[in-house]
């Protein structure tokens, strides 16, 4: 395993503060946030593709959506769960029995989840004429951004403190890939790091793995942003991604 399967360090963190500004949509039948650039966008043949921690769309999410949109990018957060996901009363100290929900019905594995990220690429490419797709993954999201960072999928990925990568779908990338890791993490531990660079750089494709220390993991999505070292490492890793997107999107 490049990232271990998630822990109960995945549903931990704080609830953000801030006005929502996209709107919810449907993508087929897929729930779907959609944050919109403003009207004179030089981006409108590229998109970014949000995938999720476990708590779907909620408040956080949605206020990094509206950040990527206003980077100029359509901007989209699909419902991965079918409306079960994992409830932000966690973060108020919830108990959650995450292996029962990952593997429980109606189950949260590649046998679910695969065909709603393939609808949402399939509706901007062929609907809405998208002609690039960037991809974000936070935590469990991340491992989705690999899988399909290859063909007519999604041309380049970003994901922060990724969950339940295998070595066998992380060398199938056949785009460009950066990684925003935690120095305190179980899931994405420094051995994994050192095993992911060392799949990445035999496989020639342009990569980065930026590591911000003294946060754990979560930091870029869920951290406690009254915490300096957070809310500096949230900034900056945004700011990692902005900057891929910039160069290869």
Same mark, same amino acid.
């Given at each position: ?7 109960? +360090? +995945? ?9 929502? @500004? ?39 999410? @949605? #206020? ?8 100029? =990018? #359509? ?18 100290? @919830? ?42 993954? =936070? +935590? ?17 990925? =970003?994901? *922060? ?10 060398? *199938?990338?056949?785009?460009? #890939? ?29 990569? @980065? ?11 870029? #999505? ?18 990692? *991604? ?8």
């Amino acid at each position: 395993m490049t990232s271990l399967p998630p822990g109960d +360090c +995945c549903v931990k963190g704080k609830k953000h503060d801030g006005h929502i @500004q996209g709107s919810m949509e449907k993508i087929g039948d897929i729930d779907t946030y959609v944050a919109r650039p403003a009207s004179g966008s030089s981006q409108t043949d590229k998109a970014i593709v949000i995938v999720s921690d476990v708590f779907g769309i909620y408040p956080n999410v @949605q #206020l990094t959506a509206d950040k990527f949109a206003e980077e100029g =990018y #359509l901007t989209v957060v699909p419902d991965l769960f079918n409306g079960d996901a994992v409830s932000v009363e966690a973060f108020l100290g @919830q108990k959650v029995d995450l292996q029962k929900w990952i593997n429980g019905p109606p189950g949260h594995l590649p046998d679910t989840v695969d065909p709603i990220v393939k609808t949402v690429i399939d509706h901007l490419r062929t609907n809405l004429k998208v002609k690039r797709i960037g991809a974000v993954g =936070y +935590c469990y999201g991340g491992r989705y951004v690999v899988r399909f960072l290859k063909d007519d999928s999604f041309d380049v990925g =970003y994901t *922060a403190h990724p969950s339940f990568i295998t070595e066998d779908e992380l060398r *199938a990338i056949q785009k460009p #890939l950066s990684i925003a890791a935690s120095e305190i993490d179980t899931i994405f531990t420094r051995e994994s790091r050192y095993e992911s660079e060392k799949i990445l750089a035999d496989l020639h494709h342009p990569y @980065q793995i930026s590591v911000y220390g003294a946060v754990n993991h979560g930091f870029a #999505l869920r951290g406690d942003l009254s915490i300096k070292e957070v809310a500096i490492a949230q900034k900056r890793a945004f700011r990692q *991604a902005v900057s891929w997107f910039e160069d290869w999107l």
